[in-house]
């Protein structure tokens, strides 16, 4: 069987995906891995075949007031809700991952044209796609493929278009087909290759979902569970990290994503490297010069690395302080380790953060206004006080109850058998 996976030019949304790439791979089965030429090198690294789509030559349309409006008024929840603080929290990320892939002012799109015709030339038997790379979708329809989403958090996609399809069956909301703020996002997309905008568009025939059934979902979709297996990158392991550290070693991370969103010196890393600085604990900090600042003093406890894959340093730590992002999480998790959530007002940090705190497995402070004193007081908490590490072992169960990459194979193999549309 062939499989092509497709990915949003990410290296956050690669990684969710090679476990499984192996599994399929290590079963047998033809394997590629379709993404922008930044990812080519990752993807081989990770011993993968590579298919390198270029690069998108403008930048997409910045996202607007009046089309995050558009949403928020077509759904309709009340101010200050929960699903309304979610909806904030997600808005922006929502409408700009899915803008990436729309035509620039010239009506050019290079990631998506070449993802169709790689899709078209080589004829695979299922397609894997990413919920941020619309085209994948597009690319299993034009090849004759089963399509399959696989998620890297939570279905924001399927509870937005849940809650949609409810106020399109309210007469009295005033959402309709016309006003769907969603198929106009992605008409675009979709109408470049002649497609109409569909539910079976937008969700493929089925969605192969990592995340606990704890984390807030979407039910009205056909779910191939799999067990969450972190993958951070390929780097050779230092000498230093096959010793055991001689006091507490803490992890400081604030994602990769994260670097091309906040411009200039992090507060969160300073505000870390003042409450660490007089603590009898070792810091390895992943963070570049830029979230540094030329400023910032680095304690002696600290060591600074612009990248080292989490994990190899989280089966050492005794906790870890970072952004909230699923791929930082779900690495600490699986060896059980506390967490310190610093979050924003951007991306999944909402989700986690809650479910970290219901699981008793660490604890969630807001960038504004952060201070030092508040990350030392909880960082000690962490490291001294056993209810966090009864809370670690909860999450683990939640994540170890669904079956590992290999083992759901047959699944996929029956799936794409039955979707795909040629002999």
Known sequence: MRILFAVAPLTAHLYPSIPLAWALQSAGHEVRVAGNTGLVEEITAAGLTAVGLGERTSPPAPVTDVELDRFSDALGFEAGSDFDQLWRAIRFYLVAANKRYHPDEEGRQELADNLVEAARTWRPDLVIWDPACPAGSVAARESGAASARLMWGPDYLGWIRGRLVERMNDPASGVSADTDPLAATLAPVFGRFGHDFSDELVFGDFTVDPIPSQLPRYEGLRRVPMRWVPYTGAAPMPEWLSQPPSRPRVCLSLGVTGRTVHDGPDARVMA??????????????????????EDVRVPDNVRLFDYIPLTQVMPTCSAVIHHGGFGTFFAAAAHRVPQMIVRDELGSALNTSRYLEAKGAGVVLHSDGLTAAQVGGELSRMLTEPSFRRGTAAVYADMTAAPGPGEIVPVLERMAEQHRTRG
Not at 272 to 293: H, K, P, S, W
């Open 272 to 293: 870390a490297f003042e409450a660490v600085a007089d603590m009898d604990v070792e810091v390895v900090a992943t963070v570049n010069a830029d979230q540094l600042g």
